[in-house]
């Protein structure tokens, strides 16, 4: 599915006082973020579709594309060094945590993005089919945060969807570390 990057930002967010103190520059890069959070999401979704092509059904190989993966996902996690260049993830649930926040906010996602957070990781014996059909659930559930996030009708709900977000990009970063020392990832 294609996604549209340039979604315009749900109005439960817009209209909320926590989104109205961030500066111009703040929102865009608020939704540069989303947009690359977006584009990772496209890359591996395009990544796992099979063709007869592809080496094992999936191209490139796990050694040409996993490296570029995970430098995407750690530039998106990391914070920025300059907050006027880059809204680190961070700061975007420090400045934009809703007041009283928390307090079973876990009630905004689905079942399907709760069950993914909630289950085990690929491990060292996991293997190359394990790894990849872990990655393909996690993209998948990337993708319905997401979605999520763009139509959420609370900016709760909006924001719940935000750290769901960086739930599933942290989790691919520590399996795609756990690759790296796993035999399946050859080098």
Request: proline share 4%; net charge negative.
């Amino acid at each position: 599915m294609q996604r549209d990057w340039k979604r315009a930002l749900p109005e439960s967010v817009t209209s909320s006082m926590y989104f109205s103190d961030l500066s111009e520059n703040e929102v865009s890069n608020f939704r540069a973020w989303l947009a690359y959070v977006e584009e990772i999401h496209e890359r591996v979704a395009e990544w796992l579709k099979p063709s007869a092509s592809k080496r094992d059904g999936h191209a490139p190989d796990l050694r040409a594309f996993l490296p570029a993966l995970e430098l995407d996902v750690a530039i998106n996690l990391a914070p920025g060094h300059k907050p006027e260049v880059r809204l680190s993830s961070w700061l975007m649930h420090t400045n934009l945590a809703p007041d009283g926040y928390g307090v079973k906010s876990h009630r905004f996602l689905s079942r399907e993005i709760l069950g993914v957070i909630n289950a085990q990781g690929p491990t060292l014996e996991s293997g190359k089919d394990k790894f990849i059909d872990w990655l393909r659930l996690h993209n998948m559930t990337l993708a319905q945060a997401i979605d999520g996030f763009f139509n959420s009708k609370s900016f709760e709900a909006a924001y719940t969807h935000l750290l769901a977000v960086d739930l599933m990009l942290s989790n691919i970063y520590v399996g795609l570390l756990i690759a790296r020392l796993a035999s399946f990832w050859e080098f």
